[in-house]
T-cell receptor
Framework: AQKVTQAQTEISVVEKEDVTLDCVYETRDTTYYLFWYKQPPSGELVFLIRRNSFDEQNEISGRYSWNFQKSTSSFNFTITASQVVDSAVYFCALSEAGRSQGNLIFGKGTKLSVKP | DSGVTQTPKHLITATGQRVTLRCSPRSGDLSVYWYQQSLDQGLQFLIQYYNGEERAKGNILERFSAQQFPDLHSELNLSSLELGDSALYFC?????????????FGEGSWLTVV
């Protein structure tokens, strides 16, 4: 069965600190896709990144970076030099390939609070 | 702005009533998804349509139904509403129906049942 676990319910940091959000997934498929979404206080879900299971290269986008490790079934997200605008709930999600449906399975989310 | 449009943004209604949430997908996207976000259940997949046909069902109650019209907009109908149906309902869209493509979400419709 597919499952996404975000063990950190809430994290609080001070501005300019680095913070890592953990995501562990379970799947029986060898081909799958992993996603991160951001939900700011206004409520919308904003797409951040998509990663397929064959691409284990780490990715960096500005202050954001992602570490994908198949050996530990993890897809962690790091924000460097956090800012108050990074305060949001972050969701990790999984989609298994080979299925005719493309819906995502979400983790419970991690609420990040960045204080000035 | 994801390009997915949902209306209404906020809705307050009484128990037992029926409401309709509307969604316009991103231009060119054929697949539409509905999700429910509640405090206790988190983000749950309800239903998926692709080019007018139902493609997949998740944890959607029998009191809820949806459809996708020829112009690709979709509606989620919630009937016999209960207090527990209060939640944020998201519509999302993607170009195709199968897994792996990026799914873009609308801003959501906040439903409060009183």
């Amino acid at each position: 069965a597919q499952k996404v676990t975000q063990a950190q319910t809430e994290i609080s940091v001070v501005e300019k600190e680095d913070v890592t959000l953990d995501c562990v997934y379970e799947t029986r498929d060898t081909t799958y896709y992993l996603f991160w979404y951001k939900q700011p206080p206004s409520g919308e879900l904003v797409f951040l990144i998509r990663r397929n299971s064959f691409d284990e290269q780490n990715e960096i986008s500005g202050r954001y970076s992602w570490n994908f490790q198949k050996s530990t079934s993890s897809f962690n997200f790091t924000i460097t030099a956090s800012q108050v605008v990074d305060s949001a709930v972050y969701f990790c999600a999984l989609s298994e390939a080979g299925r005719s449906q493309g819906n995502l399975i979400f983790g419970k989310g991690t609420k990040l609070s960045v204080k000035p | 702005d994801s390009g997915v449009t949902q209306t209404p943004k906020h809705l307050i209604t009484a128990t037992g009533q029926r409401v309709t949430l509307r969604c316009s997908p991103r231009s060119g996207d054929l697949s539409v998804y509905w999700y429910q976000q509640s405090l206790d259940q988190g983000l749950q997949f309800l239903i998926q349509y692709y080019n007018g046909e139902e493609r997949a069902k998740g944890n959607i109650l029998e009191r809820f139904s949806a459809q996708q019209f020829p112009d690709l907009h979709s509606e989620l109908n919630l009937s016999s509403l209960e207090l527990g149906d209060s939640a944020l309902y998201f519509c999302a869209s993607s170009p195709v129906h199968f897994s792996g493509n990026t799914i873009y979400f609308g801003e959501g419709s906040w439903l409060t049942v009183v």
